[in-house]
């Protein structure tokens, strides 16, 4: 089974990000996008889920997957390569650096806290930029 789940890492904001500060995912209409639904599940719980939690969570919420059907439609969703947490549109436009601990359960940052530039500029975590939304 892949995995999407990084370990002692800090996803930092994107290159191209447009913020300069972070910034909550606005909702759109009634229903809640990705970036809405990312960003509820891991502020509201920091450290509680890994990036496979998320990923597979939204996934199966945004398709329907019964609750009875949930360890084989992850199983399935998992048994080919997903997009990890660098693609995450929280990184990529929002302007929210992801730490994943040793456990590899993740938790925000925003752009231009402490906090973030305490991670940014950690040593013995892994660095990696999130996905740039354009070219370049």
């Given at each position: ?80 390569g997903q997009a990890c947490l660098r693609t995450s549109p929280l990184a990529r436009r929002y302007g929210w650096g992801i730490h994943s601990d040793a ?34």
């Amino acid at each position: 089974m892949k995995t999407t789940n990084y370990h002692n890492t800090f996803i930092k904001v994107a290159e191209d990000c447009p913020v300069t500060a972070a910034e909550v995912p606005p909702q759109k209409s009634d229903k809640k996008t990705i970036a809405n639904l990312q960003f509820e599940m891991i502020n509201d719980a920091p450290y509680q889920y890994t990036s496979d939690d998320v990923i597979f969570e939204i996934h199966a919420k945004r398709k329907g997957v019964s609750k009875a059907a949930l360890a084989s439609a992850r199983q399935e969703f998992f048994s080919c390569g997903q997009a990890c947490l660098r693609t995450s549109p929280l990184a990529r436009r929002y302007g929210w650096g992801i730490h994943s601990d040793a456990s590899g359960k993740v938790a925000l940052y925003p752009l231009g806290s402490a906090e973030y530039n305490r991670f940014a500029n950690d040593e013995t975590l892994k660095q990696v930029m999130a996905m740039r939304s354009t070219r370049g």
